[in-house]
Nanobody
Framework: QVHLMESGGGSVRAGESLRLSCAASGTIFSISVMGWYRQAPGKQRELVASITSGDTITYANSVKGRFTISRDNTKNPVFLQMNDLKPEDTAVYYC?????????WGQGTQVTVSP
């Protein structure tokens, strides 16, 4: 079992930055992938960025060069640094963790970017 808690969302203007944090608790040593997803109103949830236990990183094309996923040597928490935010980045951002083939989700944090 894994419990995920996100923090760091908020409302900003276009061009500004936010940093999201995801703290995991439970059986965290067996997590194979952690990631950030987002869901905008009326749209499907989509992958933003992910990092594997071996530190392989993947980004959605729409955020490459603007967002950075990272963690320190303890591998917890996982951060998502979001720079040069755009109105189209507005969504609820969810942290996820994969453990033994099962995906766990946080409750989400709202990010709102105004023009």
């Amino acid at each position: 079992q894994v419990h995920l808690m996100e923090s760091g969302g908020g409302s900003v203007r276009a061009g500004e930055s936010l940093r999201l944090s995801c703290a995991a608790s439970g059986t965290i040593f067996s997590i194979s992938v952690m990631g950030w997803y987002r869901q905008a109103p009326g749209k499907q949830r989509e992958l933003v960025a992910s990092i594997t236990s071996g530190d392989t990183i993947t980004y959605a094309n729409s955020v490459k060069g603007r967002f950075t996923i990272s963690r320190d040597n303890t591998k917890n928490p996982v951060f998502l640094q979001m720079n040069d935010l755009k109105p189209e980045d507005t969504a609820v951002y969810y942290c996820s963790a994969r453990l033994s083939g099962r995906d766990y989700w946080g409750q989400g944090t709202q990010v709102t970017v105004s023009p």
